[in-house]
């Protein structure tokens, strides 16, 4: 993962609804309204909608975002969108985490202007 690529991750999650969101599409457990099966990972708009109490236009925003940077993919079903947060863009932004936190593992710090 590059730089921007980890910065444009950290701009999406740095967002507390965004946050909310990505943390709904990982872990919802609950009824949904969509074309999904039982125990099949996403959530449809609708489903977004209700879980965050926000509008259908902010819910739509906030996921492009969250698309956009990788966090989030989607699957079309007819007339269904179906949301679902990507693990491993997840673990990889997780370990570039840690990464900044244990800096010696990867060699001395370069200066950037």
């Known amino acids: 993962m590059g ?3 980890l910065l444009e991750g950290l701009r999406a999650v740095g967002e507390p609804t965004r946050l909310r969101m ?3 599409l990982v872990g919802w457990s609950g009824p949904r309204i969509g074309p999904l099966h039982p125990g ?3 959530l449809c708009l609708s489903d977004v909608e209700l ?3 926000l509008p ?3 819910v739509c925003h906030h996921l492009r975002i969250l ?5 989030v993919e989607t699957d079309r079903r007819g ?4 949301y679902r947060a990507r693990q491993e863009r997840l673990a990889e932004l997780a370990i570039e985490l840690r990464r900044l936190s ?7 710090l370069t200066r950037v202007a």
């Open 22 to 24: 990505l943390q709904v």
């Open 79 to 82: 007339r269904w969108t179906v």
């Open 67 to 71: 698309k956009r940077a990788g966090l």
């Open 56 to 58: 259908h236009p902010l």
């Open 3 to 5: 730089g921007n690529d």
């Open 102 to 108: 244990s800096p010696s593992e990867e060699g001395p």
């Open 40 to 42: 099949e990972p996403g």
């Open 51 to 53: 879980v965050v109490g």
